[in-house]
């Protein structure tokens, strides 16, 4: 039976302050929710990830050392000076977290009095929080009964591990590379390039998941910590041919080592030139999982690139009909392709306490914490 509700609706919401004290404050706020209208629906929160993206806006890459407990139950932590510049456009603004949800839909304009009862994704932002209104047309529909665990993810992974594989074939690539890639999203990764029989190279940090990936299905996996990495990756890359590459650590030279891999296995496949390789090699910047500034040794000739890549404006670019088509995907494989495993489970009291606040940011493989809100 759906819940019913009355409006407006005391709802209680996790949010991020930077005040001009050069604090940022983590706490708890009751907001109003009115009446939805048109397409609008409003959703009981089931389930919420963190996501690295999530704990960016929600820490604000203030360190999660720094984080202490506040008389109101909230946490606080100071701004180091020199970073405080960079808060300029957050102070005085008190802002939701949390990018992507899961819930059942209980109420709704009269455009989407039809989904009333339903179990759907969300994707909009402020999802640490006990209900939240949001336009249809931001939902991913979910089957009804599917838990807080299975849907919670359901956009933001998926959408971006189908979006990495789209891009590289509409920029004219066949095979990839992809680092931290024994996170959720690259797991999902590894299960849609063996079903697409896409070549993928995988770059991890430990031999554990090196393990964990090769359980998958993955054929290769490269551990950076190892002596031999540099020759097992241009291996790796030769056999594939991958000549484009997907980088969540977006710092140190990891870039640089996989673009020089790329230029080593096309040595020789071309007349020789003084301006190295004419094979185009491409690497996307897609997360920052290392803060340090990124290193390019430039030891791989020129024809190369290096950029941005975000999930929400590659979405605008290819258009609604190709955004729908990978969506029917995930809704399809939520269970199998597209299921996240989490380590740690919070609801929004919980999660403003510093040992989980510091354990959240740790980002270590199989720590990922899951709010749910209405507990």
Request: charge should be negative.
């Given at each position: 039976?759906?819940?019913?509700?009355?409006?407006?609706?005391?709802?209680?919401?996790?949010?991020?302050?930077?005040?001009?004290?050069?604090?940022?404050y983590l706490s708890l706020e009751v907001v109003e929710i009115g009446s939805p209208?048109?397409?609008?629906?409003?959703?009981?929160?089931?389930?919420?990830?963190?996501?690295?993206?999530?704990?960016?806006?929600?820490?604000?890459?203030?360190?999660?050392?720094?984080?202490?407990?506040?008389?109101?139950?909230?946490?606080?932590?100071?701004?180091?000076?020199?970073?405080?510049?960079?808060?300029?456009?957050?102070?005085?603004?008190?802002?939701?977290?949390?990018?992507?949800?899961?819930?059942?839909?209980?109420?709704?304009?009269?455009?989407a009095q039809h989904l009333v009862g339903n179990v759907v994704a969300m994707v909009?932002?402020?999802?640490?929080?006990?209900?939240?209104?949001?336009?249809?047309?931001?939902?991913?529909?979910?089957?009804?009964?599917?838990?807080?665990?299975?849907?919670?993810?359901?956009?933001?992974?998926?959408?971006?591990?189908?979006?990495?594989?789209?891009?590289?074939?509409?920029?004219?690539?066949?095979?990839?590379?992809?680092?931290?890639?024994?996170?959720?999203?690259?797991?999902?990764?590894?299960?849609?390039?063996?079903?697409?029989?896409?070549?993928?190279?995988?770059?991890?940090?430990?031999?554990?998941?090196?393990?964990?990936?090769?359980?998958?299905?993955?054929?290769?996996?490269?551990?950076?910590?190892?002596?031999?990495?540099?020759?097992?990756?241009?291996?790796?890359?030769?056999?594939?041919?991958?000549?484009?590459?997907?980088?969540?650590?977006?710092?140190?030279?990891?870039?640089?080592?996989?673009?020089?891999?790329?230029?080593?296995?096309?040595?020789?496949?071309?007349?020789?030139?003084?301006?190295?390789?004419?094979?185009?090699?491409?690497?996307?910047?897609?997360?920052?999982?290392?803060?340090?500034?990124?290193?390019?040794?430039?030891?791989?000739?020129?024809?190369?690139?290096?950029?941005?890549?975000?999930?929400?404006?590659?979405?605008?670019?290819?258009?609604?009909?190709?955004?729908?088509?990978?969506?029917?995907?995930?809704?399809?494989?939520?269970?199998?392709?597209?299921?996240?495993?989490?380590?740690?489970?919070?609801?929004?009291?919980?999660?403003?306490?510093?040992?989980?606040?510091?354990?959240?940011?740790?980002?270590?493989?199989?720590?990922?914490?899951?709010?749910?809100?209405?507990?």
């Amino acid at each position: 039976m759906t819940e019913k509700v009355e409006f407006p609706l005391a709802n209680c919401e996790l949010r991020s302050f930077v005040g001009e004290d050069a604090r940022l404050y983590l706490s708890l706020e009751v907001v109003e929710i009115g009446s939805p209208v048109g397409d609008e629906l409003v959703v009981r929160v089931e389930g919420a990830p963190m996501n690295p993206s999530d704990l960016g806006s929600m820490l604000g890459g203030v360190s999660a050392d720094a984080f202490r407990l506040t008389d109101n139950g909230g946490l606080v932590a100071d701004i180091p000076e020199a970073d405080f510049g960079r808060f300029s456009e957050r102070v005085g603004q008190s802002i939701g977290v949390g990018l992507e949800g899961m819930g059942t839909v209980v109420a709704a304009g009269e455009l989407a009095q039809h989904l009333v009862g339903n179990v759907v994704a969300m994707v909009g932002g402020g999802m640490y929080t006990q209900y939240r209104k949001i336009n249809a047309g931001d939902c991913l529909a979910l089957p009804n009964g599917t838990s807080p665990e299975d849907g919670a993810g359901a956009f933001v992974n998926p959408m971006t591990s189908l979006s990495l594989v789209e891009t590289m074939r509409r920029d004219g690539h066949t095979a990839l590379v992809h680092t931290a890639a024994a996170s959720n999203l690259g797991q999902m990764l590894v299960k849609i390039c063996k079903s697409d029989g896409v070549g993928l190279v995988n770059v991890v940090r430990s031999e554990a998941q090196v393990t964990l990936l090769k359980g998958l299905g993955a054929k290769y996996v490269c551990n950076s910590s190892s002596p031999t990495f540099d020759d097992e990756l241009v291996a790796a890359i030769g056999e594939t041919g991958a000549t484009i590459a997907f980088d969540a650590v977006g710092g140190g030279d990891l870039a640089s080592r996989i673009l020089a891999a790329m230029e080593r296995a096309n040595t020789g496949k071309t007349p020789y030139s003084r301006y190295g390789s004419n094979v185009y090699k491409q690497v996307y910047f897609y997360g920052g999982l290392d803060t340090s500034p990124i290193v390019l040794r430039k030891n791989y000739g020129m024809a190369w690139g290096a950029g941005g890549w975000l999930l929400f404006p590659f979405l605008e670019k290819i258009g609604n009909e190709a955004t729908a088509a990978l969506k029917a995907r995930v809704e399809r494989e939520i269970y199998t392709t597209f299921a996240s495993e989490f380590g740690h489970s919070a609801t929004i009291r919980e999660i403003l306490c510093p040992e989980k606040i510091r354990v959240a940011a740790a980002r270590s493989t199989g720590s990922k914490f899951l709010i749910k809100p209405n507990l």
